[in-house]
Protein backbone atom coordinates (compact mmCIF):
# COMPACT_ATOMS: atom_id res chain seq x y z
CA UNK A 1 0.00 0.00 0.00
CA UNK A 2 1.41 3.58 -0.86
CA UNK A 3 1.91 5.89 1.69
CA UNK A 4 0.38 9.35 1.85
CA UNK A 5 2.90 12.06 1.49
CA UNK A 6 1.47 15.08 2.62
CA UNK A 7 3.53 17.59 1.13
CA UNK A 8 3.01 16.23 -2.38
CA UNK A 9 -0.82 16.79 -1.77
CA UNK A 10 -0.36 20.03 -0.35
CA UNK A 11 1.61 21.15 -3.39
CA UNK A 12 -1.06 19.50 -5.85
CA UNK A 13 -4.04 21.63 -3.39
CA UNK A 14 -1.96 25.29 -4.19
CA UNK A 15 -0.25 25.75 -1.24
CA UNK A 16 2.11 28.95 -1.52
CA UNK A 17 5.65 28.14 -2.07
CA UNK A 18 8.26 30.04 -3.35
CA UNK A 19 12.00 27.90 -4.29
CA UNK A 20 14.50 30.32 -3.72
CA UNK A 21 16.68 28.82 -6.25
CA UNK A 22 14.36 28.95 -8.85
CA UNK A 23 13.69 32.49 -8.96
CA UNK A 24 13.99 34.67 -12.16
CA UNK A 25 13.85 37.66 -10.24
CA UNK A 26 14.18 39.50 -7.15
CA UNK A 27 11.54 39.36 -5.02
CA UNK A 28 9.82 41.36 -2.54
CA UNK A 29 7.40 39.49 0.38
CA UNK A 30 5.07 40.62 3.28
CA UNK A 31 3.38 38.72 5.76
CA UNK A 32 2.60 39.48 9.38
CA UNK A 33 5.21 37.11 10.96
CA UNK A 34 7.91 35.66 9.50
CA UNK A 35 9.79 32.98 11.02
CA UNK A 36 13.04 31.96 10.07
CA UNK A 37 13.70 28.69 10.43
CA UNK A 38 11.11 25.54 9.97
CA UNK A 39 12.09 23.21 12.46
CA UNK A 40 10.84 22.68 16.21
CA UNK A 41 10.72 26.19 17.14
CA UNK A 42 9.88 27.61 14.04
CA UNK A 43 7.13 25.20 12.80
CA UNK A 44 5.56 24.85 16.33
CA UNK A 45 4.84 28.91 16.68
CA UNK A 46 4.22 28.69 12.62
CA UNK A 47 1.23 26.53 13.47
CA UNK A 48 0.10 28.59 16.99
CA UNK A 49 0.46 31.63 14.82
CA UNK A 50 -1.12 30.59 11.63
CA UNK A 51 -4.26 29.01 13.86
CA UNK A 52 -4.48 32.22 15.46
CA UNK A 53 -5.38 34.02 12.28
CA UNK A 54 -1.95 35.67 11.77
CA UNK A 55 -0.17 35.61 7.98
CA UNK A 56 2.91 33.76 8.71
CA UNK A 57 5.49 32.99 6.29
CA UNK A 58 8.01 30.28 6.94
CA UNK A 59 12.09 30.97 5.98
CA UNK A 60 14.56 27.79 5.20
CA UNK A 61 17.42 27.85 4.51
CA UNK A 62 17.61 24.09 2.58
CA UNK A 63 15.46 22.13 0.78
CA UNK A 64 12.08 20.91 0.43
CA UNK A 65 12.13 17.11 0.61
CA UNK A 66 9.29 14.90 1.04
CA UNK A 67 9.43 10.74 1.78
CA UNK A 68 9.33 10.30 -1.62
CA UNK A 69 12.80 11.46 -1.78
CA UNK A 70 13.79 9.28 0.87
CA UNK A 71 15.37 6.36 0.24
CA UNK A 72 16.85 5.09 3.23
CA UNK A 73 20.39 5.90 1.49
CA UNK A 74 22.89 7.67 3.54
CA UNK A 75 24.93 9.55 0.96
CA UNK A 76 22.05 11.53 -0.63
CA UNK A 77 20.28 11.91 2.73
CA UNK A 78 23.43 13.61 4.50
CA UNK A 79 24.46 15.41 1.51
CA UNK A 80 20.80 17.06 1.28
CA UNK A 81 19.25 17.11 4.92
CA UNK A 82 22.41 18.04 7.07
CA UNK A 83 24.16 21.29 7.77
CA UNK A 84 27.20 21.55 5.53
CA UNK A 85 26.31 18.16 3.86
CA UNK A 86 26.51 16.55 7.53
CA UNK A 87 30.40 18.42 7.15
CA UNK A 88 29.41 20.99 10.37
CA UNK A 89 32.32 20.47 12.96
CA UNK A 90 33.51 22.80 15.68
CA UNK A 91 36.20 25.72 14.80
CA UNK A 92 39.24 23.22 15.41
CA UNK A 93 37.04 20.23 13.91
CA UNK A 94 37.64 18.18 16.89
CA UNK A 95 33.97 17.83 17.19
CA UNK A 96 31.38 16.48 14.33
CA UNK A 97 28.04 18.68 14.50
CA UNK A 98 24.85 17.03 13.50
CA UNK A 99 21.82 19.38 12.77
CA UNK A 100 18.94 19.26 10.01
CA UNK A 101 19.07 21.93 7.32
CA UNK A 102 15.72 21.16 4.95
CA UNK A 103 12.20 22.12 5.58
CA UNK A 104 11.77 20.41 8.99
CA UNK A 105 14.79 21.42 10.09
CA UNK A 106 16.45 18.73 12.93
CA UNK A 107 13.25 17.32 13.72
CA UNK A 108 13.45 15.65 10.04
CA UNK A 109 16.40 13.46 10.69
CA UNK A 110 16.65 12.86 14.29
CA UNK A 111 16.04 9.60 15.96
CA UNK A 112 12.57 10.38 17.97
CA UNK A 113 13.41 10.79 21.13
CA UNK A 114 11.54 13.13 23.24
CA UNK A 115 11.98 14.31 26.97
CA UNK A 116 10.55 16.56 28.77
CA UNK A 117 12.93 19.26 30.07
CA UNK A 118 14.22 18.23 33.65
CA UNK A 119 12.69 19.38 36.64
CA UNK A 120 16.36 20.08 38.11
CA UNK A 121 17.58 21.92 34.74
CA UNK A 122 14.89 24.27 34.83
CA UNK A 123 15.09 24.68 38.50
CA UNK A 124 18.94 25.47 37.63
CA UNK A 125 17.51 28.05 35.13
CA UNK A 126 15.26 29.79 37.70
CA UNK A 127 18.06 29.69 39.74
CA UNK A 128 21.11 30.41 38.46
CA UNK A 129 20.10 32.32 35.40
CA UNK A 130 16.90 34.13 36.44
CA UNK A 131 14.08 32.63 34.10
CA UNK A 132 10.96 33.38 35.11
CA UNK A 133 7.81 31.46 34.36
CA UNK A 134 9.21 27.63 33.09
CA UNK A 135 8.80 25.30 36.53
CA UNK A 136 7.68 22.21 36.13
CA UNK A 137 3.86 22.90 36.78
CA UNK A 138 4.23 26.03 34.29
CA UNK A 139 5.75 24.00 31.49
CA UNK A 140 3.91 20.68 32.04
CA UNK A 141 0.43 21.86 30.02
CA UNK A 142 2.50 22.83 26.81
CA UNK A 143 4.47 19.58 27.34
CA UNK A 144 1.29 17.74 27.40
CA UNK A 145 -0.58 19.50 24.24
CA UNK A 146 3.06 18.82 22.43
CA UNK A 147 3.07 15.15 23.40
CA UNK A 148 -0.80 14.71 22.11
CA UNK A 149 -0.15 16.53 18.92
CA UNK A 150 3.36 14.18 18.07
CA UNK A 151 2.13 10.99 19.22
CA UNK A 152 4.64 11.35 22.26
CA UNK A 153 4.87 7.90 24.39
CA UNK A 154 6.82 5.30 26.07
CA UNK A 155 7.90 3.42 23.15
CA UNK A 156 5.73 0.07 22.81
CA UNK A 157 7.58 -2.22 21.03
CA UNK A 158 10.49 -4.44 21.92
CA UNK A 159 14.17 -2.88 21.86
CA UNK A 160 16.22 -3.45 19.37
CA UNK A 161 19.49 -5.65 19.96
CA UNK A 162 21.26 -2.25 20.19
CA UNK A 163 19.68 -0.93 22.68
CA UNK A 164 19.01 -4.20 24.53
CA UNK A 165 22.66 -3.90 25.42
CA UNK A 166 22.00 -0.80 27.75
CA UNK A 167 18.92 -2.49 29.24
CA UNK A 168 20.45 -5.78 29.80
CA UNK A 169 23.49 -4.57 31.43
CA UNK A 170 21.80 -2.07 33.81
CA UNK A 171 19.62 -4.69 34.72
CA UNK A 172 22.44 -6.90 35.76
CA UNK A 173 24.62 -4.15 37.48
CA UNK A 174 21.51 -2.47 39.05
CA UNK A 175 21.85 0.77 37.26
CA UNK A 176 18.56 2.66 36.75
CA UNK A 177 17.25 3.07 32.76
CA UNK A 178 14.03 3.67 31.35
CA UNK A 179 12.53 3.50 28.09
CA UNK A 180 12.37 6.31 25.80
CA UNK A 181 9.28 8.06 24.46
CA UNK A 182 9.32 8.83 20.36
CA UNK A 183 7.17 10.59 18.10
CA UNK A 184 6.03 8.54 15.57
CA UNK A 185 2.82 7.47 14.63
CA UNK A 186 1.98 3.41 12.60
CA UNK A 187 5.93 3.55 13.07
CA UNK A 188 7.26 0.33 10.65
CA UNK A 189 10.66 0.48 13.10
CA UNK A 190 12.79 0.22 9.92
CA UNK A 191 15.39 1.95 12.02
CA UNK A 192 16.53 4.78 9.10
CA UNK A 193 15.07 7.67 10.91
CA UNK A 194 18.13 9.77 10.09
CA UNK A 195 17.85 9.81 6.59
CA UNK A 196 14.19 11.60 6.79
CA UNK A 197 11.32 9.06 7.24
CA UNK A 198 9.90 7.56 4.27
CA UNK A 199 6.62 5.95 5.97
CA UNK A 200 5.96 9.51 7.32
CA UNK A 201 5.69 8.02 10.96
CA UNK A 202 7.56 10.17 12.71
CA UNK A 203 5.64 13.10 13.81
CA UNK A 204 8.63 15.60 12.30
CA UNK A 205 7.46 19.34 11.46
CA UNK A 206 7.57 17.87 7.79
CA UNK A 207 4.32 16.25 8.34
CA UNK A 208 2.28 18.16 11.03
CA UNK A 209 2.85 21.92 11.85
CA UNK A 210 4.47 22.64 8.03
CA UNK A 211 1.02 21.42 6.77
CA UNK A 212 -0.96 22.74 9.22
CA UNK A 213 0.62 25.96 8.71
CA UNK A 214 -0.19 26.24 4.72
CA UNK A 215 -3.40 24.91 5.01
CA UNK A 216 -4.41 28.05 6.35
CA UNK A 217 -2.52 29.92 4.14
CA UNK A 218 0.95 30.66 5.50
CA UNK A 219 3.79 30.19 2.98
CA UNK A 220 6.94 28.73 2.91
CA UNK A 221 9.97 29.92 1.49
CA UNK A 222 13.05 28.02 0.79
CA UNK A 223 16.52 27.62 -0.48
CA UNK A 224 16.93 30.64 0.95
CA UNK A 225 19.44 32.03 3.36
CA UNK A 226 18.88 35.05 5.75
CA UNK A 227 21.68 37.12 5.43
CA UNK A 228 20.49 40.01 8.04
CA UNK A 229 18.02 41.78 9.75
CA UNK A 230 17.20 45.34 8.82
CA UNK A 231 17.13 47.50 11.43
CA UNK A 232 16.03 51.40 12.02
CA UNK A 233 16.87 52.32 15.68
CA UNK A 234 15.40 49.47 17.74
CA UNK A 235 13.12 47.67 15.30
CA UNK A 236 13.42 45.87 12.53
CA UNK A 237 11.92 47.03 9.23
CA UNK A 238 12.99 44.41 6.54
CA UNK A 239 15.07 40.73 6.25
CA UNK A 240 17.91 40.45 3.72
CA UNK A 241 18.15 37.02 2.26
CA UNK A 242 19.75 35.41 -0.63
CA UNK A 243 18.12 32.55 -2.85
CA UNK A 244 20.53 29.45 -2.96
CA UNK A 245 21.46 27.04 -6.01
CA UNK A 246 19.34 23.77 -5.52
CA UNK A 247 22.58 22.01 -3.34
CA UNK A 248 22.34 25.29 -1.42
CA UNK A 249 25.85 25.78 -1.23
CA UNK A 250 26.01 28.79 -3.28
CA UNK A 251 23.79 32.17 -3.41
CA UNK A 252 22.20 32.13 -6.78
CA UNK A 253 22.34 36.42 -6.78
CA UNK A 254 18.63 36.57 -6.70
CA UNK A 255 17.68 38.77 -3.46
CA UNK A 256 14.66 38.75 -1.34
CA UNK A 257 13.27 41.03 0.68
CA UNK A 258 10.71 40.11 3.82
CA UNK A 259 8.41 42.77 5.09
CA UNK A 260 6.39 41.75 8.47
CA UNK A 261 5.10 43.03 11.94
CA UNK A 262 6.86 40.87 13.84
CA UNK A 263 10.04 38.53 13.07
CA UNK A 264 10.88 34.64 14.90
CA UNK A 265 14.28 33.53 15.07
CA UNK A 266 14.07 29.96 15.09
CA UNK A 267 17.51 28.52 13.10
CA UNK A 268 18.78 26.74 16.12
CA UNK A 269 21.90 27.21 18.26
CA UNK A 270 24.00 28.76 15.53
CA UNK A 271 22.58 30.07 13.19
CA UNK A 272 19.94 31.73 15.07
CA UNK A 273 22.92 34.12 16.70
CA UNK A 274 24.77 34.14 13.27
CA UNK A 275 21.88 35.83 11.86
CA UNK A 276 22.08 38.22 14.72
CA UNK A 277 25.61 38.98 14.42
CA UNK A 278 25.14 39.81 10.73
CA UNK A 279 23.20 42.34 11.57
CA UNK A 280 25.13 44.03 13.92
CA UNK A 281 21.78 43.97 16.41
CA UNK A 282 22.51 45.82 19.34
CA UNK A 283 24.47 43.57 21.63
CA UNK A 284 26.25 46.07 24.89
CA UNK A 285 27.30 43.00 26.95
CA UNK A 286 28.80 40.52 24.14
CA UNK A 287 25.84 37.90 25.12
CA UNK A 288 25.28 37.09 21.09
CA UNK A 289 26.89 33.78 20.72
CA UNK A 290 27.90 33.12 23.95
CA UNK A 291 27.70 30.21 26.41
CA UNK A 292 26.51 27.97 23.67
CA UNK A 293 26.43 24.05 24.55
CA UNK A 294 26.46 20.78 22.80
CA UNK A 295 25.87 17.53 25.00
CA UNK A 296 29.64 16.74 23.79
CA UNK A 297 29.06 12.71 23.16
CA UNK A 298 31.86 9.69 23.17
CA UNK A 299 31.48 6.73 21.69
CA UNK A 300 32.12 3.31 22.86
CA UNK A 301 31.46 -0.22 20.45
CA UNK A 302 31.37 -3.40 21.46
CA UNK A 303 31.25 -6.91 19.81
CA UNK A 304 29.28 -9.46 20.87
CA UNK A 305 28.67 -13.26 19.85
CA UNK A 306 24.73 -12.77 18.99
CA UNK A 307 23.55 -10.52 16.27
CA UNK A 308 22.86 -7.20 16.79
CA UNK A 309 22.45 -5.35 13.76
CA UNK A 310 22.74 -2.01 14.69
CA UNK A 311 21.41 -0.74 11.83
CA UNK A 312 17.87 -1.92 12.31
CA UNK A 313 14.93 -0.90 14.73
CA UNK A 314 14.08 1.87 16.50
CA UNK A 315 17.23 3.83 16.69
CA UNK A 316 16.93 4.80 20.54
CA UNK A 317 14.33 3.01 22.75
CA UNK A 318 16.37 2.69 26.21
CA UNK A 319 18.55 5.04 28.24
CA UNK A 320 20.08 5.70 31.36
CA UNK A 321 20.16 8.39 33.40
CA UNK A 322 21.99 6.60 35.95
CA UNK A 323 25.00 8.82 36.08
CA UNK A 324 23.16 11.93 35.31
CA UNK A 325 22.53 13.76 38.54
CA UNK A 326 24.79 11.17 40.65
CA UNK A 327 26.71 14.63 41.89
CA UNK A 328 24.06 17.04 42.11
CA UNK A 329 23.37 19.67 39.64
CA UNK A 330 26.28 21.88 39.23
CA UNK A 331 28.70 18.61 41.10
CA UNK A 332 31.36 16.59 38.73
CA UNK A 333 30.76 16.40 35.38
CA UNK A 334 27.70 13.75 34.68
CA UNK A 335 25.99 11.66 31.73
CA UNK A 336 23.46 10.39 29.92
CA UNK A 337 23.70 7.03 28.04
CA UNK A 338 21.62 6.36 25.09
CA UNK A 339 23.27 4.24 21.74
CA UNK A 340 23.04 5.33 18.31
CA UNK A 341 22.25 3.57 14.98
CA UNK A 342 24.90 2.63 13.18
CA UNK A 343 24.61 2.50 9.39
CA UNK A 344 27.11 1.73 7.23
CA UNK A 345 28.54 4.76 6.57
CA UNK A 346 28.53 6.61 9.36
CA UNK A 347 30.01 3.17 11.29
CA UNK A 348 32.92 3.55 8.85
CA UNK A 349 33.93 7.08 10.09
CA UNK A 350 33.21 5.98 13.66
CA UNK A 351 34.95 3.46 14.28
CA UNK A 352 38.42 4.38 12.75
CA UNK A 353 41.48 3.13 11.40
CA UNK A 354 42.22 2.59 7.74
CA UNK A 355 42.73 0.40 5.64
CA UNK A 356 42.84 -2.95 6.63
CA UNK A 357 42.05 -3.15 10.30
CA UNK A 358 38.99 -0.37 9.09
CA UNK A 359 37.58 -3.47 6.70
CA UNK A 360 38.22 -5.60 9.63
CA UNK A 361 36.24 -3.70 12.06
CA UNK A 362 33.18 -2.89 9.36
CA UNK A 363 33.01 -6.99 8.90
CA UNK A 364 31.84 -7.28 12.64
CA UNK A 365 29.73 -4.49 11.97
CA UNK A 366 26.50 -6.59 12.35
CA UNK A 367 27.91 -8.30 15.82
CA UNK A 368 28.40 -4.83 16.86
CA UNK A 369 26.75 -2.46 19.41
CA UNK A 370 27.51 1.32 20.05
CA UNK A 371 26.81 3.18 23.12
CA UNK A 372 26.88 7.09 23.62
CA UNK A 373 27.72 9.52 26.43
CA UNK A 374 25.60 13.10 26.51
CA UNK A 375 27.89 15.37 28.35
CA UNK A 376 25.66 17.78 30.86
CA UNK A 377 27.83 20.96 29.68
CA UNK A 378 27.04 24.18 30.99
CA UNK A 379 25.87 23.69 34.69
CA UNK A 380 29.90 23.82 36.54
CA UNK A 381 31.90 27.32 35.75
CA UNK A 382 34.54 24.81 34.55
CA UNK A 383 32.49 23.23 32.21
CA UNK A 384 33.00 23.09 28.11
CA UNK A 385 31.30 26.05 26.44
CA UNK A 386 30.93 27.32 23.03
CA UNK A 387 30.77 30.69 21.06
CA UNK A 388 29.34 31.23 18.16
CA UNK A 389 31.51 33.02 15.47
CA UNK A 390 31.81 34.17 11.75
CA UNK A 391 33.92 33.01 9.42
CA UNK A 392 35.37 36.04 6.60
CA UNK A 393 32.37 35.02 4.24
CA UNK A 394 29.77 35.68 7.09
CA UNK A 395 28.77 31.74 7.60
CA UNK A 396 29.19 31.01 11.43
CA UNK A 397 31.62 28.19 13.22
CA UNK A 398 31.37 27.21 16.79
CA UNK A 399 34.43 27.46 19.06
CA UNK A 400 33.90 25.19 21.46
CA UNK A 401 36.42 24.48 24.13
CA UNK A 402 36.89 21.47 26.19
CA UNK A 403 38.10 21.75 29.44
CA UNK A 404 40.08 19.26 32.30
CA UNK A 405 36.27 19.26 34.09
CA UNK A 406 34.70 17.56 30.89
CA UNK A 407 37.09 15.48 29.93
CA UNK A 408 36.73 14.03 33.23
CA UNK A 409 33.44 12.99 32.54
CA UNK A 410 34.61 11.52 29.24
CA UNK A 411 36.92 9.63 30.85
CA UNK A 412 34.43 8.58 33.32
CA UNK A 413 32.13 7.67 30.61
CA UNK A 414 33.90 5.53 29.00
CA UNK A 415 34.48 3.54 31.98
CA UNK A 416 30.81 3.27 32.20
CA UNK A 417 30.05 2.32 29.09
CA UNK A 418 32.65 -0.78 29.13
CA UNK A 419 31.00 -1.72 32.17
CA UNK A 420 27.35 -1.66 30.94
CA UNK A 421 28.73 -3.62 27.73
CA UNK A 422 30.46 -6.59 29.34
CA UNK A 423 27.61 -7.20 31.91
CA UNK A 424 25.22 -7.52 28.82
CA UNK A 425 27.67 -10.20 27.37
CA UNK A 426 30.32 -8.24 25.25
CA UNK A 427 33.29 -10.10 24.55
CA UNK A 428 35.12 -7.51 23.53
CA UNK A 429 34.76 -3.54 23.86
CA UNK A 430 36.47 -0.71 21.97
CA UNK A 431 36.43 3.15 23.25
CA UNK A 432 36.35 5.18 20.14
CA UNK A 433 39.64 7.04 20.33
CA UNK A 434 42.69 6.82 18.23
CA UNK A 435 45.04 4.81 20.75
CA UNK A 436 42.61 2.70 22.33
CA UNK A 437 42.17 -1.33 20.78
CA UNK A 438 39.67 -3.99 21.41
CA UNK A 439 39.75 -5.07 25.19
CA UNK A 440 38.75 -8.45 26.03
CA UNK A 441 37.78 -8.26 29.52
CA UNK A 442 36.65 -5.30 32.13
CA UNK A 443 39.77 -5.45 33.99
CA UNK A 444 41.60 -4.81 30.84
CA UNK A 445 39.52 -1.97 29.36
CA UNK A 446 39.75 -0.18 32.66
CA UNK A 447 43.44 -0.29 32.59
CA UNK A 448 43.35 0.89 29.07
CA UNK A 449 40.48 3.91 29.85
CA UNK A 450 42.75 4.99 32.57
CA UNK A 451 45.67 5.39 30.21
CA UNK A 452 44.21 6.92 27.37
CA UNK A 453 45.08 10.46 26.51
CA UNK A 454 42.07 12.60 26.00
CA UNK A 455 42.63 15.69 23.64
CA UNK A 456 41.09 16.47 20.77
CA UNK A 457 41.30 14.77 17.60
CA UNK A 458 42.34 11.61 19.85
CA UNK A 459 38.77 11.44 21.30
CA UNK A 460 36.35 10.79 18.60
CA UNK A 461 33.58 13.82 19.64
CA UNK A 462 30.33 14.39 18.07
CA UNK A 463 27.32 16.24 19.00
CA UNK A 464 23.44 16.35 17.76
CA UNK A 465 21.97 18.98 20.42
CA UNK A 466 22.75 22.66 19.73
CA UNK A 467 22.09 24.83 23.25
CA UNK A 468 22.08 28.20 24.27
CA UNK A 469 23.74 31.44 22.50
CA UNK A 470 21.14 33.18 22.55
CA UNK A 471 20.37 32.47 26.27
CA UNK A 472 16.63 34.06 27.85
CA UNK A 473 16.83 35.53 31.26
CA UNK A 474 15.66 38.83 32.84
CA UNK A 475 18.39 40.53 33.43
CA UNK A 476 19.75 41.90 29.90
CA UNK A 477 22.97 41.86 31.23
CA UNK A 478 23.58 38.36 31.14
CA UNK A 479 20.84 37.45 28.43
CA UNK A 480 19.78 38.14 25.51
CA UNK A 481 15.95 37.78 25.22
CA UNK A 482 13.46 37.59 28.22
CA UNK A 483 11.65 35.13 29.78
CA UNK A 484 8.70 35.21 26.85
CA UNK A 485 11.24 35.25 24.24
CA UNK A 486 11.13 39.20 23.63
CA UNK A 487 14.80 40.60 22.41
CA UNK A 488 15.86 42.82 25.07
CA UNK A 489 16.59 45.83 22.93
CA UNK A 490 14.79 44.85 19.48
CA UNK A 491 11.23 45.98 19.48
CA UNK A 492 9.77 43.29 16.96
CA UNK A 493 12.14 40.28 17.73
CA UNK A 494 11.50 36.78 19.52
CA UNK A 495 13.32 33.93 19.50
CA UNK A 496 11.64 30.93 19.46
CA UNK A 497 14.42 27.54 19.66
CA UNK A 498 17.00 25.95 21.65
CA UNK A 499 19.60 28.95 21.24
CA UNK A 500 17.48 29.90 24.08
CA UNK A 501 18.89 27.44 26.65
CA UNK A 502 21.35 29.07 29.33
CA UNK A 503 22.93 26.22 29.67
CA UNK A 504 22.29 22.42 27.64
CA UNK A 505 19.24 20.53 29.33
CA UNK A 506 20.53 16.94 30.10
CA UNK A 507 18.19 15.45 27.68
CA UNK A 508 17.50 14.86 23.80
CA UNK A 509 15.73 18.50 23.23
CA UNK A 510 13.42 18.52 20.84
CA UNK A 511 10.31 18.23 23.55
CA UNK A 512 12.03 21.28 25.34
CA UNK A 513 11.98 23.57 22.11
CA UNK A 514 8.56 21.99 21.05
CA UNK A 515 7.04 22.70 24.69
CA UNK A 516 8.95 26.40 24.87
CA UNK A 517 7.94 27.44 21.33
CA UNK A 518 4.20 26.62 22.13
CA UNK A 519 4.22 28.41 25.55
CA UNK A 520 6.27 31.33 23.83
CA UNK A 521 4.16 31.53 20.62
CA UNK A 522 0.86 31.88 22.56
CA UNK A 523 2.06 34.71 24.86
CA UNK A 524 3.08 36.40 21.21
CA UNK A 525 -0.31 36.04 20.13
CA UNK A 526 -1.94 37.70 23.52
CA UNK A 527 0.64 40.56 22.64
CA UNK A 528 0.11 40.67 19.04
CA UNK A 529 -3.48 40.85 19.50
CA UNK A 530 -3.84 43.69 22.23
CA UNK A 531 -1.24 45.68 20.64
Known amino acids: ?77 YASLYQEAIGRTSKDGAITILQGRAVGGSTLVNWTSSFRTPIATLKHWAREHGVIGISAEEMGPWFERMEARLGIEPWQMPPNANNQVIRKGCQALGYSWAVIPRNVRGCWNLGYCGMGCPTNAKQSMLVTSIPATLDR ?62 SGAPDPHQRVGARTFLHPVNFSAAQFDEVINPFYGAPQSIYSDHFQWDDGVSGRMSYKLEVPPVHPALAATLLGRFGIDNALRMEQLPNTNAMIALMRDGFHPDSAEGQVQLRSDGSPTLDYRMTGYTWDGIRRAYQSMAEIQFAAGAKAMLPLHNDATLAKSLRQARQMIAGLKLEPYRTRLGSAHVMGGCAMGEDPRHAVTDSLGRHHRVENLSIHDGSLFPTSIGANPQLSIYGLAAKLSSQLIERLKNA
Open 217 to 278: DGELLYLTRVDRLIMQKERIVALECSGMDARCVAPTGRRIRVLARHYILAGGGINTPAILLR
Open 1 to 77: MPVSDPIADGLARGWKTYDGSRLEQDLTLETDIAIVGSGAGGATSAEFLSAAGFKVLLIEEGPLRSSRDFDMLEPPA
